[in-house]
């Protein structure tokens, strides 16, 4: 094996969310330690970013679901060759299928190997299945090993990688306080949540991320004499456009204008998160990690979290109390309650769910596949 390696990780597109920014920073990782990085996706605002750490960014529609993505195929064939990647890394359906397809038409020889990521409970299907066909499958916790295993119970459980998501302290430092200039602004912006208890839900407007809970929450909350305020951050998912107008129509018809934000998009989440009584994850769908909760906890923020998923995982780790049922309004209701009232404990440090360790476990199965892919065709 060389001393360095090629890696080319496979996406739809470079535009935010958790995989693509999973993908920079595994990007950042490989370059600081040597490596070849390639990321191939149809363009977004991160490609800057892949280029300022030291990858290379490749333009190819993969991550569309066309007949004519299958045009792509022979592309990344040749592209894999000439660039002689030692590992083809999928994150994503599919770019998968693509990766697949060309991968099985190399020379078993001298052709990469082919990790994948399962990174969401996505619906069960064979179109979903191929996530499952990596020679290494990736899963980012132990809610989406066991669900795979469930839904597609012949996958080899060895080839199964556990690496949870992580973040980096110093982007999330523990007791952090956003600067005064920006304080200043936001305290301008929104001078309605003066003095609040301010309960944040951040995430794009769909229906399963629970927005009618906080606002039903808030509700009673208000009712019972706590002078809470919710918080809805993120922009409107243009394909439900109609929900977004649900959600405000309902604010209104309650009369709650006065206690419910909705800030659209912010790219300053971190100090959003640092100036809140409390955030909440009210997914009604079990999601496969817990991000925005850890991000939270780390900052020092209580969180509310449901009890399932990888938010329930999250939370049983880094902080139990902020663990409520599922589908239970009261008991939601009471967990805020008490640490509006001061009576619910802080979070404190952890060192669980580091950046840096989710990327060391990365590159060593990089390392590892690319080792013994002449062993495993």
């Keep these: 094996m060389p001393d360095t390696l090629t890696i080319m990780q496979l996406v739809p597109e470079l535009q935010g969310g958790g995989v693509e920014r999973g993908t920079v920073e595994v990007n ?6 040597g490596n070849r990085s390639l990321v191939v996706s149809a363009g977004g605002r991160l490609v800057d970013q892949v280029i300022a750490d030291g990858g290379e960014h490749i333009e190819m529609p993969i991550g569309r679901k066309s007949l004519m993505t299958l045009g792509c195929i022979p592309r990344l064939r040749r592209l894999a060759k000439q660039q002689k990647a ?20 190399m020379d078993p020889a001298t052709r990469p190997a082919f990790v994948t990521t399962v990174h ?54 523990f007791g952090y306080t956003p600067e005064p200039a920006w304080l200043d602004s936001w305290r301008e912006q929104y001078p309605q949540l003066e003095a609040r208890f301010i309960i944040t839900l951040a995430g794009r407007l769909t229906r399963l991320k629970g927005h009618h809970d906080l ?6 909350l208000q ?15 243009p394909r439900r456009k109609q929900y977004a107008q649900e959600l405000r129509e309902t604010v209104a018809r309650r009369n709650l204008e006065p206690h419910i934000t909705f800030t659209g998009h912010r790219s300053d989440i971190r100090n959003i998160l640092a100036i809140s009584g409390a955030v909440v994850s009210l997914s009604t769908k079990p999601e496969s990690f817990g991000r925005s909760v850890l991000e939270a906890v780390r900052l020092g923020r209580p969180v509310v979290g449901y009890n399932h998923g990888g938010v329930g995982e999250v939370l049983s780790a880094v902080y139990p109390p902020g663990l409520t049922p599922l589908g239970d309004p009261q008991a939601l209701v009471d967990a805020l309650a008490r640490i509006a009232r001061g009576q619910a404990p802080p979070p404190e440090p952890t060192d669980r769910f580091l950046l840096s360790e989710m990327l060391d476990k990365t590159l060593a199965m990089y390392e590892a596949v690319a080792a013994s892919r002449f062993h495993e065709n």
């Design 223 to 237: 009712q019972q004499g706590i002078n809470a305020h919710g918080l809805i951050v993120g922009g409107e998912d």
């Design 28 to 33: 950042a990782a490989l370059v600081a330690a």
């Design 120 to 173: 969401g409970l996505n619906s069960v299907s064979f179109y979903s299945k191929i996530m499952t066909k990596g020679q290494r499958v990736e899963v980012v916790s132990n809610t989406v090993r066991d669900y795979v295993l469930k839904h597609y119970p012949d996958t080899n459980p060895d080839k199964l990688e556990l690496i949870y998501r992580g973040v980096d302290p110093a982007q999330f430092p």
């Design 86 to 105: 030692d590992v083809l890394h999928a994150r994503s359906r599919v770019p998968a299928w693509v990766a697949c397809l060309a991968w099985h038409r």
């Design 215 to 220: 606002i039903n929450a808030v509700d009673t």
